[in-house]
């Protein structure tokens, strides 16, 4: 009998110390990796991106896969383009779940149809608009005055439906320019189309983001824009939209983009927090 006690006292004491053990590794190797376990709780479901192209490096290269680490069973499924068409797609019923703008035309317009959740409307990063030539342009081009001397194309996004474009003209027309330089215009579909049109040469300068012209090295910055040139900040809104397929992995995606980590990504990438 006393040696049943025993043995049995021995098998209690072993499982302990097995239990222990196996708590103790898994807290090893959480902290070895940092502590980055992952969130499987809203395996299945989707978020759809709607963004400004001006967002499209940060978000491919960092930010979406980030939150795909963190929530592996989450699909984000992004669309890119000028915001001026990304309203127009979602006004015409482009599947999207977040919203965000290179300005707040695009968002308040939307805000006013009842299409975003003001609830989540938030006013989130900076950007600043610079002037730029090709990397390799022998250029005299020195100030955005300069481009009245221009004899090849200047190009902007189109202002009609892409913020950079609407802000590119308002510097032109502030700085007093605008009527000297709008024959020269070349006007492009999104703001990449203008980055990329003055990386390839076939336009002699282009008005960008400071973000888009940090991108690449196909270009070079001759400078920013005035500060009394523009009427306002360029701000960059972002909002979930009303009708949401999967509300948890949209809150959990608004919730991750306005982390530390996300926001630090954001300032690598060139943007500004908005305070």
């Given at each position: 009998?006393?040696?049943?006690?025993?043995?049995?006292?021995?098998?209690?004491l072993l499982a302990?110390?097995?239990?222990?053990?196996?708590?103790?590794?898994?807290?090893?190797?959480?902290?070895?990796?940092?502590?980055?376990?992952?969130?499987?709780?809203?395996?299945?479901?989707?978020?759809?991106?709607?963004?400004?192209?001006?967002?499209?490096?940060?978000?491919?290269?960092?930010?979406?896969?980030?939150?795909?680490?963190?929530?592996?069973?989450?699909?984000?499924?992004?669309?890119?383009?000028?915001?001026?068409?990304?309203?127009?797609?979602?006004?015409?019923?482009?599947?999207t779940d977040v919203?965000?703008?290179?300005?707040?035309?695009?968002?308040?317009?939307?805000?006013?149809?009842?299409?975003?959740?003001?609830?989540?409307?938030?006013?989130?990063?900076?950007?600043?608009?610079?002037?730029?030539?090709?990397?390799?342009?022998?250029?005299?081009?020195?100030?955005?005055?300069?481009?009245?001397?221009?004899?090849?194309?200047?190009?902007?996004?189109?202002?009609?439906?892409?913020?950079?474009?609407?802000?590119?003209?308002?510097?032109?027309?502030?700085?007093?320019?605008?009527?000297?330089?709008?024959?020269?215009?070349?006007?492009?579909?999104?703001?990449?189309?203008?980055?990329?049109?003055?990386?390839?040469?076939?336009?002699?300068?282009?008005?960008?983001?400071?973000?888009?012209?940090?991108?690449?090295?196909?270009?070079?910055?001759?400078?920013?824009?005035?500060?009394?040139?523009?009427?306002?900040?360029?701000?960059?809104?972002?909002?979930?939209?009303?009708d949401t397929n999967?509300?948890?992995?949209?809150?959990?995606?608004?919730?991750?983009?306005?982390?530390?980590?996300?926001?630090?990504?954001?300032?690598?990438?060139?943007?500004?927090?908005?305070?």
């Amino acid at each position: 009998m006393k040696s049943m006690k025993k043995l049995l006292l021995i098998a209690i004491l072993l499982a302990v110390v097995v239990v222990s053990v196996g708590s103790c590794s898994a807290g090893w190797f959480d902290f070895m990796s940092g502590g980055n376990s992952t969130d499987t709780s809203l395996d299945g479901q989707e978020v759809n991106l709607a963004a400004a192209a001006s967002l499209k490096n940060v978000f491919d290269d960092k930010l979406i896969p980030m939150f795909e680490e963190k929530y592996p069973g989450v699909k984000v499924t992004p669309t890119y383009a000028s915001s001026g068409d990304l309203q127009t797609q979602i006004e015409n019923g482009l599947e999207t779940d977040v919203f965000m703008s290179a300005a707040n035309k695009q968002m308040n317009a939307l805000a006013e149809e009842g299409i975003v959740d003001n609830a989540t409307n938030l006013q989130f990063l900076e950007n600043k608009v610079v002037l730029i030539v090709p990397a390799d342009s022998d250029s005299n081009i020195s100030s955005f005055d300069d481009l009245k001397d221009v004899e090849g194309n200047i190009a902007i996004g189109d202002p009609e439906s892409v913020p950079a474009g609407q802000y590119a003209k308002e510097v032109l027309n502030n700085t007093g320019i605008w009527d000297d330089v709008e024959s020269k215009l070349s006007l492009g579909t999104d703001v990449t189309a203008v980055l990329n049109q003055v990386a390839q040469g076939s336009a002699d300068c282009g008005i960008v983001y400071a973000t888009d012209a940090k991108s690449t090295d196909d270009v070079k910055v001759i400078c920013e824009a005035p500060e009394d040139a523009l009427d306002t900040p360029v701000i960059y809104p972002i909002a979930a939209i009303k009708d949401t397929n999967d509300t948890d992995a949209t809150n959990a995606f608004m919730d991750f983009l306005q982390t530390q980590e996300a926001k630090d990504i954001f300032v690598e990438y060139g943007f500004t927090l908005h305070e």
